[in-house]
């Protein structure tokens, strides 16, 4: 692997990323916004929470499929941005040396952003992605606000794993979205030491 995290993280830290007048960051091709987690996870959670005293038991999953989808979407297209601006193309771009070059740097990128302290446990290219988060904001603020959970709720970081799957080995943009699915097999939030998610193709590709 020849991405060097450290030094990604160190250029990206001392970056000037400020929001404009309107509260936009304009950064990494790509328009970015600061919000409070506490309150991002406090909506995707209650909106799951109402959705199941609605539905019928067997369709319940419904909100939790649609918040793992909007974060499909969202790191499709942000991540997407952000492989084509300038930024990676002078910082990242040198580094890669293969094309599984591009998971790490992804993971690179979310780390220095503060998306959570990432860690790639395992790649099969094309195959297979593990990755593992040790801080992640949606099982921490889960267990605070609500307690242990039954499964897993990162949403947010189950659909951005299967988005960095689909951009580096699924067909070019915009025709390569959903070509891989994400589960997220542990959790902080049951009372695992981290958090765990597995990318593989899709049923359909299999």
Aim: with cysteine.
């Amino acid at each position: 692997m020849a991405i060097n995290e450290p030094a990604i993280i160190d250029a990206v830290s001392s970056m000037k990323i400020e929001g404009n007048e309107e509260g936009i960051i304009p950064a990494f091709n790509v328009l970015l916004t600061l919000m409070y987690t506490d309150f991002y996870t406090r909506m995707c959670f209650e909106f799951e929470r109402e959705v199941t005293k609605v539905l019928p038991e067997e369709i319940q999953d419904v909100g939790k499929i649609l918040l793992i989808d909007a974060a499909v979407q969202c790191g499709y297209h942000t991540f997407n941005g952000i492989m084509n601006s300038v930024e990676w193309k002078a910082l990242i771009e040198p580094m890669i040396e293969k094309v599984d070059d591009k998971i790490h740097g992804l993971t690179a990128v979310t780390n220095a952003l503060g998306w959570g302290n990432w860690q790639v446990a395992d790649l099969v290219p094309g195959q297979k992605l593990v990755l593992r988060a040790r801080n992640s904001y949606e099982s921490e603020n889960y267990l605070r606000d609500y307690g242990r959970a039954t499964e897993g709720k990162c949403y947010m970081l189950t659909g951005v794993a299967t988005s960095f799957m689909d951009l580096v080995y699924g067909k070019a943009f915009p025709d390569g979205m959903n070509t891989f699915e994400s589960k997220e097999v542990k959790c902080r939030a049951k009372g695992d030491p981290y958090c765990e998610f597995v990318s593989v193709p899709t049923t359909a590709q299999n």
